[in-house]
C-alpha cells in the first residue's frame, strides 16, 4: 500500500514539475523586466494595443483603439473582452495581460503533461518532454508577450481531445464541448480555422455529419457576428490586422498568385515547421499501418497539423517571437509523440541485444549526437527568451515614452502615428494610424490607388492633427513636403522596434515652435539610452 501511495505521488509529482519550470523562468523574466524598466512593460507594441482598446472599452464604452471611435483593429475579440473585464473588475493595471498569460500558461503546461502521460504511459517521459515543448514554442516568451497566443494554444489542446472523443465515439456531450470550445478558438485568434478544416474532412471521411454541420457552424458564427459588426460600423468585414499580414491584403488575381509563395516559401523557410512537417507524414503513415484506418487517434493529429500547416503557411503568416505557429508547433509536436515512444522502444531493444562493448559505444555515442542536435531547427525559438528583457526595455525607451509624451502635451488631440498600441493605451488621443490598423483611410486609399502626400496631408488637415511621430523611413514615399521636421528621439539599441529613430513633423507649420518647446521640455524625462535632436528650420 506504502509503495503504491508512493508511485502515485511521484507520477503527480511529475506532472506538476514543468508548470513550477515555466512558473519560475516566467518569473525570472518578468522581475528582470520590472528592473529594467520600473515596470511591466512587453517586447512588442502589439499587446498595447489589446490593452488600449480593453481600457476604452472598459473607461469610455468605446471598442475601438482610441476613444475617438470604434475600430476594427483587433481579430482576437475575446482576449481583448477578456482584459476589458479584468480592468473593470481589478483596474487598469499593466500587468493583467502577464498575469493571464501566466495563468493560462501554467493550465497549459499541466493539461500539456496530462496528455503527454497518456500517450507515452511514462509520467517521467511525459515531464521531460513536456518541459522540451515549454522553451521551444517558447512558452516562456508567450507568457512574456501579454497576447492571447497561450490561451488559444490551450483552447488548441482541448480542441484536439475532443475532437478525437466525437470522431472515434458517437459522444453528444463531446461534441457540445467541442462546438463551443471552436466558437471560442475563432474568437481568440482567426487561425483556429485552419485546424477546424481538416478536422471537418476527417468527419466528412467518417461521415460524422452532425459533427461536421456543428464545427462548421461554431467557425463560422463568430466571423459573421464580427465581420457584420465591422461592416455597420463602416469597416471592413474583416479586421484591418488580418487584412495587412494575411493572403487577403492582395487584389484580384494577386491574392491567387500569392498562395504558393507563402506556402513554400513560409514553409521552406521557417526550419521548426520544415522538419515537424516532415516528420509528421512519417507518423501518419506508421499510424496508418498500425491500424489500417485513418479514423484513429494518431491519424487524427497528424493529418489535422498537416492540414493546419499548409493552410496557415498559405494564408497567413509565421511572426516575430514565433507567436504565430506556436499553436502549430504543439500539435505537432502531440502528434509525434506515438512515433516518438516506437523509436524509443526499437532503440532500446537494439541496445539491449549490442553484446560488444565498442559497438555500444558507438550506438550510444550516435544516440547522443542525435540528441544533442534534435534541437538545432528549434534553436532560435529557444533564445528568443534572450531577448525578452532588452526587447522590453527597447518598447519602454522608444514607444512607452511616446505615450507618455502625448499624454503630456497632446491629450485629446489628433495625432498621426504608425505604431499606435502603447500611445493609445497611455493617452486620450484621436489616433490617426498611417499604417492602417487603427484607421480605415489609409487602406482604401491604398486598395484604389490614390495613397499619396496629398492625401495624407489632406487626411491630417480634416481631422486637424498637429503633429506627427513616425518613422520616416516607413513614410518617406507619401511624406508631404509642406510638414516642418521638428525632432528625433533615437535610442541607442535596437531590438524590438521597427526603427531606432521617430520623427516629430509639425503638420501644422504655426505649431513648431510648441512642438520644439514640448520637446525641449520632455527632455528631461527621457530615459539614458534615448537621444533627443532638434532640426534648425530658420532659413
Known amino acids: 500500500m506504502a509503495s503504491y501511495i508512493s508511485s502515485s505521488l511521484k507520477q503527480k509529482l511529475f506532472l506538476i514539475i514543468p508548470a513550477i519550470i515555466l512558473l519560475v523562468v516566467s518569473l525570472a523574466v518578468e522581475y528582470s523586466v520590472i528592473q529594467q524598466t520600473g515596470r511591466s512593460a ?13 481600457r476604452h472599452f472598459a473607461q469610455d464604452g468605446v471598442f475601438g483603439v482610441s476613444k475617438a471611435g470604434f475600430s476594427a483593429s483587433s481579430s482576437s475579440p475575446l482576449w481583448t473582452l477578456l ?27 499541466f493539461i500539456l503533461t496530462r496528455m503527454l502521460s497518456e500517450r507515452l504511459q511514462s509520467s517521467w517521459a511525459a515531464a521531460f518532454l513536456c518541459i522540451a515543448i515549454i ?11 501579454g497576447m492571447e497566443h497561450t490561451l488559444h494554444i490551450l483552447l488548441m489542446l482541448l480542441i484536439m481531445g475532443f475532437a478525437c472523443k466525437s470522431l472515434l465515439n458517437q459522444d453528444d456531450a463531446s461534441t457540445v464541448i467541442l462546438a463551443l470550445l471552436v466558437m471560442l478558438s475563432v474568437m481568440v485568434r482567426f487561425e483556429s480555422v485552419f485546424v477546424a478544416a481538416p478536422l471537418v ?56 498568385l500569392d498562395v ?52 496557415h503557411c498559405s494564408c497567413a503568416s509565421t511572426g516575430w517571437f514565433y507567436r504565430y505557429e506556436a499553436y502549430l508547433i504543439t500539435i505537432g509536436l502531440i502528434g509525434l509523440t506515438p512515433l516518438i515512444r516506437e523509436t524509443f522502444i526499437a532503440l532500446r531493444g537494439k541496445w539491449r541485444n549490442i553484446q560488444s562493448t565498442s559497438e555500444r559505444y558507438l550506438f550510444g555515442g550516435v544516440l547522443c549526437g542525435l540528441v544533442i542536435l534534435s534541437p538545432a531547427p528549434f534553436y ?47 493617452a486620450d488621443i484621436d489616433c490617426l494610424d498611417i499604417m492602417g490598423l487603427g484607421s480605415l483611410e489609409p ?27 513616425v518613422y520616416e523611413s516607413w513614410i518617406k514615399n507619401v511624406l508631404p513636403s509642406v510638414w516642418i521636421k521638428v525632432g528625433e528621439w533615437t535610442i541607442t539599441e535596437k531590438v524590438s522596434v521597427a526603427d531606432s529613430t521617430v520623427s516629430f513633423f509639425a503638420i ?27 532640426i534648425d528650420n530658420q532659413p
Open 260 to 311: 504558393p509563395d507563402r506556402l513554400y516559401g513560409q514553409l521552406l523557410g521557417t526550419p521548426h515547421l520544415t522538419v515537424l512537417f516532415m516528420f509528421s507524414i512519417a507518423a501518419l503513415l506508421s499510424a496508418l499501418h498500425r491500424s489500417g484506418s485513418i479514423i484513429n487517434r494518431d491519424s487524427i493529429w497528424s493529418l489535422t497539423f498537416l492540414g493546419a500547416v499548409i493552410l
Open 443 to 469: 487602406i482604401q486609399a491604398r486598395m484604389v490607388g490614390t495613397w499619396s502626400p496629398r492625401i495624407l496631408h489632406s487626411w491630417c488637415m480634416l481631422r486637424k492633427a498637429p503633429v506627427a511621430m
Open 508 to 534: 501644422i507649420p504655426q505649431h513648431a515652435e510648441t512642438l520644439c518647446a514640448n520637446l525641449k521640455e520632455f527632455e528631461a524625462r527621457l530615459p539614458d539610452g534615448v537621444i533627443l535632436k532638434l
Open 42 to 54: 512587453y517586447p512588442i507594441d502589439d499587446p498595447y494595443i489589446h490593452m488600449a482598446m480593453a
Open 83 to 109: 482584459l476589458s473585464a479584468s480592468f473593470i473588475v481589478i483596474g487598469v493595471h499593466e500587468s493583467l495581460p502577464w498575469l493571464l498569460n501566466l495563468f493560462f500558461g501554467l493550465i497549459l503546461a
Open 135 to 145: 522553451f521551444v514554442l517558447p512558452l516562456p516568451t508567450l507568457v512574456a508577450l
Open 201 to 256: 474532412m476527417i468527419g466528412l471521411f467518417a461521415r460524422k455529419w452532425r459533427l461536421v454541420l456543428i464545427v462548421i457552424a461554431a467557425c463560422a458564427g463568430p466571423i459573421l457576428i464580427q465581420g457584420i459588426i465591422n461592416i455597420n460600423q463602416g469597416w471592413f468585414f474583416f479586421p484591418s490586422s488580418v487584412m495587412l499580414k494575411s493572403v487577403i491584403q492582395g487584389s484580384g488575381w494577386e491574392k491567387i
Open 380 to 426: 532560435k525559438n529557444i533564445l528568443s527568451i534572450r531577448l525578452l528583457v532588452p526587447a522590453a526595455r527597447n518598447m519602454y525607451h522608444q514607444q512607452y515614452q511616446m505615450g507618455l509624451f502625448l499624454r503630456e502635451y497632446y491629450q485629446n488631440q489628433a495625432v498621426l502615428a504608425n505604431d499606435i498600441g502603447a500611445i493609445n493605451f497611455l
